[in-house]
Each structure stands twice: as structure tokens, then as C-alpha cells.
């Protein structure tokens, strides 16, 4: 089962996908909700749903609450150093984990698409592709074939 992360204000709760099982939630409507969880009674309206931005706004009780949520992936691509930037970003692709540049796929100029091979990395006797989180151009490259690196060192530039 995945964790899921909400943040709110400067809190950061994590919740198993079990969380909400144990909970009896009821629809009341379109976007009425109706949470019984331990001995607590909750009146829930969902007011804004932002999967873009992955925000989400209710109504516990009467009281306005904005949440962020990342879902499981979300976390794995943050642990590894990496961000979901919308297209038509400047992004940083980083190193995940120290190691040496073995190959390099890509050149400036060069046209890509989400899931494009970026370039090659060997850490701990294995080789790990770095592919592209969005479409885009490479803008600079940093680093050469035969480069050692470090978690989190730009490696190269995409517009």
C-alpha cells in the first residue's frame, strides 16, 4: 500500500491508502460528504479540486481548508531529486544519486518528449536511464561522458 502526503499550512501528514478505509464515508451529493472516523462526526464539501497543482479545497465543519496532496509518486520523484514541472518550464534535470555519467543521449537544440532518454548514470555497479518528466528542448548540458557527480548536481537544462 502507497502513502499519501497532505500539507497543510507547515504541517505534513502521511497516510496509508488504509487511512481512508477505516473511515465510513458517506456521499451525500455531487460534492457532499458525510465521514464518520473513530467517534468524530464530519460534514465535508469538496469546494475546489486543482489536479494541476494537485490542491484541494474543503469544507470541514463549516471551516475553509486548502490541502496539497502528493500521491505516492509524487514522493518517490521528490526523494529522488526530481520535480513535476508543468511543460513549457525551464527545468533542472538532476543528479538522484551519486555516481559517473556513462552516456549522453541527447544534444542542445535537441527536440523531447516525456519519457526520452536524457542520459546515463552508473551508481553502485548498475546503470540507471534518466528520461524526460515532460516535452521540451535541451537548453545547456553540464556534465560529459566520464563525469562523476553528486545528488542533486544539475546535469542539464530543458525550456
Known amino acids: 500500500m502507497g502513502q499519501f502526503q497532505v500539507s497543510y499550512k507547515d ?45 484541494v479545497t474543503l469544507r470541514l465543519n463549516e471551516r475553509l481548508l486548502h490541502f496539497t496532496i502528493n500521491a505516492p509518486l509524487d514522493l518517490t520523484i521528490s526523494q ?7 511543460k513549457g518550464h525551464d527545468e533542472d534535470i538532476k543528479a538522484p544519486m551519486p555516481g559517473i555519467v556513462t552516456k549522453i543521449y541527447v544534444s542542445p537544440g535537441d527536440q523531447i518528449v516525456k519519457g526520452d532518454k536524457l542520459m546515463a548514470l552508473e551508481a553502485m555497479k548498475m546503470e ?7 516535452d521540451g528542448t535541451v537548453d545547456e548540458i553540464f556534465i560529459s561522458p566520464g563525469n562523476k557527480v553528486d545528488k542533486n548536481q544539475i546535469l542539464l537544462k530543458l525550456k
Open 128 to 134: 540507471n536511464i534518466l528520461k524526460a518528466s515532460a
Open 11 to 55: 504541517y505534513t501528514f502521511l497516510f496509508e491508502e488504509k487511512f481512508a478505509a477505516s473511515a465510513d464515508i458517506q456521499r451525500l451529493s455531487f460534492k457532499d460528504y458525510h465521514i464518520l472516523s473513530g467517534n468524530r462526526s464530519i460534514s465535508a464539501e469538496v469546494v475546489n479540486i486543482n489536479t494541476q497543482n494537485k490542491t
Open 80 to 86: 529522488l531529486g526530481f520535480s513535476n514541472k508543468k
